[in-house]
Nanobody
Framework: VQLVESGGGSVQPGGSLRLSCAASGFTFSSAYMSWVRQAPGKAQEWLAGINSEHKADYADSVNGRFTISRDNIKNALYLQMNSLKTEDTAMYYC?????RGQGTQVTVS
């Protein structure tokens, strides 16, 4: 199983970023996938999840600002992040079960 995140960067408050996660080594199309984040010194925070039928759920902290999506042909997971806030600064990971990738850094300042 391999998960490789990309798309992070530095952005001003109010800006947008789109994260991607390339998945391999398992049947992506049937897997429930999530995005989580972790800021220094803080616990991992679940942000959003999506099932095989593209039904999505969101944490209250990002609901209405972030959108999770998937492409089962490309084996890819996405997170569109709008109206970013300074408190969104963290390392972002895609997650399958308890396995996550190396992460991509998002800095909002």
């Amino acid at each position: 199983v391999q998960l490789v995140e990309s798309g992070g960067g530095s952005v001003q408050p109010g800006g947008s970023l789109r994260l991607s996660c390339a998945a391999s080594g398992f049947t992506f199309s049937s897997a429930y996938m999530s995005w989580v984040r972790q800021a220094p010194g803080k616990a991992q925070e679940w942000l959003a999840g999506i099932n095989s039928e593209h039904k999505a759920d969101y944490a209250d902290s990002v609901n209405g600002r972030f959108t999770i999506s998937r492409d089962n042909i490309k084996n890819a997971l996405y997170l569109q992040m709008n109206s970013l806030k300074t408190e969104d600064t963290a390392m972002y990971y895609c997650l399958k079960g308890t396995l996550r990738g190396q992460g991509t850094q998002v800095t909002v300042s």
